[in-house]
T-cell receptor, first 116, second 112 residues
């Protein structure tokens, strides 16, 4: 079991460019979450997705950020027109589909975005 | 919404001593409390969790206690080792799924 796979691990973008971060959940998991970690801070919830559905995006900035989890392929977090304040580590997590373990998250290694 | 506070922000202990990290939460409906360990450059790793129907849980050198009345929970690490050095995060949720509210983290340094 390869765990939660994220790529790229490091991404450098100039202001105004687009950033795309990818996440493949653990085998057997179809619930995906994105969290953001600013330097020296804890993790902040951004969005929760199931296949082809956004369940909760209450932590996502209203502009420039979007997320998807298509029927086939990885989940993608997209940041348009990046600004320096978007520099952070973005973590993806997945959980089992249902039952008592549905809120037990397994995190990936993260994608570290640097905006120049 | 839920608010989780974590103390201390840094903790230095000598190898072999115990370490205790405390968290408080605001939402009395919260019912799941995980603890994550994050090493430098890596993602958070779940080390132990507790649900609101129990008061204590232990796994080898790690234990977590929960006081629902006072709305606080604590992580206890006994016989600390250098490999315990990391940032530890507590979290809480009242959801049946994974929208967690994290504390700000505790940097633990275990000195030989």
């Amino acid at each position: 079991n390869a765990g939660v796979m994220q790529n790229p691990r490091h991404l450098v973008r100039r202001r105004g460019q687009e950033a795309r971060l990818r996440c493949s959940p653990m085998k057997g998991h179809s619930h995906v979450y994105w969290y953001r970690q600013l330097p020296e801070e804890g993790l902040k919830f951004m969005v929760y997705l199931q296949k082809e559905n956004i369940i909760d995006e209450s932590g996502m900035p209203k502009e420039r950020f979007s997320a998807e989890f298509p029927k086939e392929g990885p989940s993608i977090l997209r940041i348009q027109q990046v600004v320096r304040g978007d520099s952070a580590a973005y973590f993806c997590a997945s959980s089992p589909n249902s039952g008592a373990g549905a809120n037990v998250l397994t995190f990936g290694a993260g994608s570290r975005l640097t905006v120049l | 919404g839920e608010n989780v506070e974590q103390h201390p922000s840094t903790l230095s202990v000598q190898e072999g001593d115990s370490a205790v990290i405390k968290c408080t939460y605001s939402d009395s409906a919260s019912n799941y409390f995980p603890w994550y360990k994050q090493e430098l450059g890596k993602g958070p790793q779940l080390i132990i969790d507790i649900r609101s129907n129990v008061g204590e849980k232990k796994d080898q050198r790690i234990a977590v206690t929960l006081n629902k009345t006072a709305k606080h929970f604590s992580l206890h690490i006994t016989e600390t080792q250098p490999e315990d050095s990391a940032v530890y995060f507590c979290a809480a949720t009242d959801d049946s799924w994974g929208k967690l509210q994290f504390g700000a983290g505790t940097q633990v340094v275990v000195t030989p």
